[in-house]
Structures are given as C-alpha cells and as structure tokens.
C-alpha cells in the first residue's frame, strides 16, 4: 500500500481549505490521522498536540537546517533556520532586550505613547480599518525600537514585510517565488548595513555586530522584524477579532481588564499568527502511526494542536476565562520558541485596552465581514470597525 493510500484523508486535504477555514479539516485529521501524509504539501502534517511537542523539542531528529527551510530561501541563513551550537551564536547576540523584565522596563512606555499617538490620530473619524492602520505600525515602531534599525519609514518596513511574507507563503504552497522577495530583503539589509555603519549608536544590531558578521547580523534583523511585525499585527487584529464577534466575552473583559490576558492566551490558542512550522526528518523514524523518512518534510501545525480537545475541552469557544489557555503554542516550542513572545503579549495587552477605553462603542463595521486567513501566516486581511465619535 502507497503512503496515499494510508492516509486517505490527507490525501484528500488541500492547501486551499488549510488557508481558507482549515479547523474542521484539523480536527478531522487529528483524530483519525494525527500524522498525515498530504501530497499537496509534499510532507507530512502533525495535528496533534503531544506529537507537536515532540517535533517541535528534539532538534537532533527534526530540524529547521535544510536547503528548502521557506525563510533561509528568501533572507538567508539565522537563528530561524539553523540548530545546536550554531543557533546559538545566532540567538544569543539578540537575547538580552527580551527578557520578561527587561521587556516591561525597556519597552512599555514606548508601546504605550505609541499606541496613543495612533489611537489619537483615527479617533476623530469614528471608522477605521485596524489591522493596516493601527496594528502594522504599532508593531513596525516597537521592532525597529527594539533593533535600533534607523533611517526607515513605517511604509517602507511594511512593504518589505508584506512582500518577504507573501514569498515565505509561496514557497510553502510549492509556488516558485519571484524575485520580489529578494529586493525587499535587500533594501532590508541595506538600512541594517547603515544601522550598524553608524557605530556610535548603542543599537541592539550594532551590539550584535560585535559577535556575528554583516550578513548575520542582517538576516536575524529580517527574521526578528518578520515575527515582530507577524506576530503583533495578527495577535491584535486576531484578538480583537474574537473580542468584537463574542458580545459576552467582550463584556467579560470590559468589565475587568485583567482577563485580557487570558483573552489574548485563547486567541492565540484558536488562532496563532503563524500557522504552521516546519521540520525536516534527519533520520528514519516514528512519529505516532507514522513512519517517517530520512529527508521528510515534517509540518506541525500549531492551529491543529492548539484545538486539541485532550488538552482543551471545547476547543472551538472563545473563553477568556480558560485556566490552561497558556498551554497554547502559537510561539512554538523547544529551542526555536520565539525570542520575543514577552514583547509581543506586553505589546497585545496595551493594544488592546487603550482600543477598548479609548473608542467607545468599537465594534466591527457590520457591512464588511471579515474571518481569518492564510495556510502560513492567519490573520484578517482587513479589520474594519467602527466607534461612537460623540462621546
């Protein structure tokens, strides 16, 4: 029997229906093939959130080091795409600004005068259209803060974002990548180049000069601005999804904003900004009721394993008082667990109150529906609300 003929229902999986509503499908394979073989993929899809776990913590059967990792094809060789010692060289130099304490020190008064000044300047129209122009810059100015990246417009850094994300997405469906990606990434490289050039700043890439080379240097940049920039625009426009759509949940949160944070847990337990992560097999091995191949492409999917009724009764409500929300793996795990998951929640939290204090009366523009989207990277593609400008 082909490994088609064993696993049916990823064989009759689409990449199509994974970005366009892919839960009921998840939920599907999970538990009848919680380690499918989907020839659209060409790898397999792990759904299940123990397996998940596995993949994701043993870098010495699965790793992100092969030639076809999507990213290192579009920005080159990081912390991203490399494992053991030399992801270690990689991370360290970026480690420090990101620790829980130093994150509430270093950065929440930046996120709070930023998420003001935006807020500030859409008031007065009553209407907005969120995730463009409110979350992208948000997340722009926090990760170029961070950096220490000058010389840049927000404009510019999302162009490059968009156009890098769009080419990481076309290579994951199998479509070849045009050479837009790699005149994003080089203007990119080039403001990090100036960055450091200018050595009598105290940036975070000129600190990270000092240990890695320029190129190094530049593709942990493009890596740290992608998941900065990914992250936060889908963690707030997702979470405010959920919140607009749920009246009763929202009034949960309205009423004490300490359940933000578990608002912002299950949103990103029902939908992480990204998606999918990738792993190559580096030997013959098994993986639940599959046999894995030398050279495999291993998917886990984060969307599937965070729905995972095992570990989350109801997976598919909104519940923000959920008390193992935070069991989620939207930053996924192991040794590549994003470097800035406390930035990006701090940046979420703020977000997301001063919207809810400061727009009366938000809700989502009843004229524009709006769902989630993407096989890779899911959020809204537009988040139109609307807010009483009288009051």
């Not at 993949?55 to 991203?80: C, H, I, K, Y």
């Not at 030399?86 to 950065?107: L, M, Y």
């Not at 000058?150 to 479509?175: K, P, R």
């Not at 109801?314 to 994003?338: E, K, M, S, Y």
């Amino acid at each position: 029997m082909s490994v088609v003929d064993s696993f049916p229902l990823g064989a009759a999986t689409t990449l199509t229906e994974l970005a366009r509503d892919p839960h009921p499908r998840l939920a599907l394979l999970r538990a009848h093939e919680p380690v499918s073989w989907l020839p659209e993929l060409g790898g397999w899809l792990v759904t299940r959130r123990d397996l998940a776990l596995h993949v994701m913590r043993d870098a010495a059967t699965f790793t992100v080091d092969d030639p076809r990792f999507s990213t290192a094809q579009v920005v080159g060789e990081s912390m991203l795409s490399l494992d053991g010692e030399q992801h270690t060289r990689h991370r360290e130099p970026f480690n420090a600004p990101f620790r829980p304490r130093q994150v509430r020190d270093g950065f929440a008064a930046f996120i709070e005068q930023e998420t003001d000044r935006l807020i500030t300047a859409l008031r007065p129209a009553g209407a907005a259209e969120l995730r463009r122009a409110f979350a992208g810059p948000l997340a722009v100015a926090v990760v170029t803060e961070a950096l220490g990246l000058v010389g840049t417009g927000t404009d510019a850094v999302l162009s490059w974002y968009d156009t890098i994300v769009q080419s990481v997405s076309d290579i994951t469906a199998g479509v070849e990548a045009g050479p837009a990606g790699a005149a994003a990434y080089a203007e990119l490289r080039a403001a990090v180049e100036d960055t450091v050039a200018d050595r009598g700043s105290s940036s975070l890439l000129v600190s990270a000069a000092g240990r890695l080379t320029l190129p190094e240097v530049a593709s942990n940049a493009a890596v740290m601005m992608f998941g900065g920039i990914e992250t936060v625009e889908a963690m707030i426009s997702n979470a405010l999804l959920h919140l607009l759509r749920d009246p009763d949940q929202l009034a949960l949160v309205r009423g004490d904003f300490e359940l933000l944070d578990g608002a912002i847990e299950e949103s990103l337990r029902l939908e992480p900004g990204a998606a999918v992560v990738d792993r190559y097999a580096l030997c013959d091995t098994a993986l639940g009721p599959a046999m894995i191949r030398k050279g495999d492409l291993v998917t886990v999917s984060l969307a599937g394993a965070n729905r995972d009724p095992a570990v989350f009764p109801d997976p598919d409500r909104f519940d923000v008082r959920r008390t193992n929300a935070r069991l989620q793996l939207a930053f996924a795990h192991g040794p590549h667990h994003c470097i800035a998951a406390h930035l990006a929640r701090l940046e979420t939290r703020i977000a997301l109150q001063r919207l809810l204090e400061r727009l009366p009366a938000l809700r989502l523009d009843p004229d524009r529906s709006t769902a989630p989207y993407g096989l890779v990277f899911r959020k809204p593609p537009a988040l139109h609300v609307q807010w009483d400008r009288h009051l």
